[in-house]
């Protein structure tokens, strides 16, 4: 790590802004690991897995098992501060369904709003040292309002090959589908296309670093 003791204020600015890449700068490899993820399915989202967080993954999906295990390890507390999240979000976006009204515009003539949900959704959620389970309670719990009838969680291994057990008891509560140790444009890409054991999604949420923003953005080619 580079330190940097006192240094004049005109250097400030310069010195607290954070690296970023242009899409152009990464467009490359974007092209080589979405065609790749096409071509090759689950081996090559193990390939950049490796290679990006260093983790040779077992396996892909998270098992019963290990779901299981994490709701057993999370504390009571933390259990209820996320119930007590869960309460406060479901109650907030559950007040934007609205029953459906057929206006008579013209004699014979009736029109109305209707609302549908996307089947299957592909929710993004960041790991790494700070494991942002709020993200899950915040898209997952829309999406299972919505009426969504499969949805699906991509997030990022830890280098011992598991997820965080504060995103897995969250999804679990929160009724998602699926769970996926993937994470980094070879996750987006994966849910893209689809791999025999990633589902291709409709539509992808979730927040993400600079490669994951601009893989999501790369994915509405297809």
């Known amino acids: 790590m580079k330190t940097i003791v006192n240094p004049p204020r005109s250097s400030w600015s310069k010195l607290t ?12 490899q974007l092209n080589t690991v979405f ?71 013209t004699p014979g003539v009736y029109c109305w709003q209707e609302s549908r949900p996307i089947d299957r959704v592909g929710l993004y959620i960041p790991g790494g040292t700070a494991p942002l389970f709020s993200t899950v309670l915040m898209l997952a719990i829309p999406a299972k309002i919505a009426g969504c009838s499969e949805i699906i969680i991509c997030t990022p291994p830890k280098k011992d090959g598991s997820v965080a057990e504060e995103i897995l008891y969250t999804a679990d509560l929160c009724g998602v589908t699926k769970i996926f140790k993937v994470g980094g444009m070879q996750a987006i890409a994966a849910m893209t296309f689809g791999t025999p054991t990633i589902p291709k999604v409709y539509k992808i949420f979730g927040p993400g670093n600079q490669y ?9 080619k297809y």
């Open 17 to 28: 802004k954070r690296p970023v890449s242009s899409f152009d700068a990464i467009e490359d």
């Open 35 to 105: 065609e790749d993820v096409q071509s090759r399915g689950d081996s090559a989202v193990l390939d950049y897995t490796n290679q990006f967080d260093g983790v040779r993954l077992k396996s892909i999906q998270v098992s019963e098992h290990e779901i299981e295990v994490a709701k057993s390890r999370i504390s009571d507390s933390l259990k209820s501060a996320i119930n007590h999240a869960r309460i406060n979000i479901e109650r907030f976006h559950k007040t934007q369904q609205r029953e459906s009204e057929v206006i008579e515009t």
């Open 212 to 220: 994951v923003t601009a893989a999501k953005q790369y994915a509405l």
